[in-house]
């Protein structure tokens, strides 16, 4: 079985701060995928970044990063230069790598990031 | 990145009556596709995966004969909430996923269903 884990409820950092958003993970699958994804108010998953487990280097993708550390079971989202848009629900991700088919993946509860001037 | 598209976006219907949401992929073939439900202010549950061309496994706790899921084609899967009630209103959103995909998930836009 897989969890996520999401400690911080609620998040706030001022434009233009860097800020990490938390996610620990338990897993007994030998090779496995973490994602983070943005929830807007108006619905839609945004992916952001993905980490393999056996990546490795730390995934990033423009002002995304994640700070994987496999030995403490976590991969925290770290945000740069926050912009208003940034404000929504984020939450962190996982599912299995197997034979190639697609697994479904697991979800934590959330992350609300308020982005303030 | 691919796209999938979830119609419709929003729905209102009467307590007894069934709906049904089509989910999409526009420019792959999706031999998987999965739908969530979320309530407010929770995360993502995933209700059932659906594999083209077979019957859809349905998680622990999800009635199977309330929510129809049909994946005839490698394009198109379609989620039939049947004699809704009103606690079935929620934000149900599906993703697709081809074989030999690892690295992301391709959601649709979701679908905001209200039972009154």
């Known amino acids: 079985a897989q969890k996520i884990t999401q400690t911080q409820p609620g998040m706030f950092v001022q434009e233009k701060e860097a800020v990490t958003l938390d996610c620990t993970y338990d897993t007994s699958d030998p090779s496995y995928g973490l994602f983070w994804y943005k929830q807007p108010s108006s619905g839609e998953m945004i992916f952001l970044i993905y980490?393999?487990?056996?990546?490795?280097q730390n995934a990033t993708e423009g002002r995304y990063s994640l700070n994987f550390q496999k030995a403490r079971k976590s991969a925290n989202l770290v945000i740069s230069a926050s912009q208003l848009g940034d404000s929504a629900m984020y939450f962190c991700?996982?599912?299995?790598?197997?034979?190639?088919?697609?697994?479904?993946?697991?979800f934590g509860t959330g992350t609300r990031l308020q982005v303030t001037l | 990145g691919a796209v999938v598209s979830q119609h419709p976006s929003w729905v209102i219907c009467k307590s007894g009556t069934s709906v049904k949401i089509e989910c999409r992929s526009l420019?792959?073939?999706?031999?998987?596709m999965f739908w969530y439900r979320q309530f407010p202010k929770q995360s993502l549950m995933l209700m059932a995966t659906s594999n083209e061309g077979s019957k859809a496994t349905y998680e622990q706790g999800v009635e199977k004969d309330k929510f129809l899921i049909n994946h005839a084609s490698l394009t198109l899967s379609t989620l039939t909430v049947t004699s809704a009630h009103p606690e079935d209103s929620s934000f149900y959103i599906c993703?697709?996923?081809?074989?030999?995909?690892?690295?992301?998930?391709?959601f649709g836009q979701g679908t905001r269903l209200t039972v009154v």
């Open positions: 420019d792959f073939q999706a031999t998987t």
């Open positions: 993703s697709a996923a081809w074989v030999g995909t690892n690295t992301e998930a391709f």
């Open positions: 991700a996982m599912r299995a790598l197997g034979d190639g088919t697609a697994s479904k993946l697991t």
């Open positions: 980490q393999g487990s056996y990546d490795q």
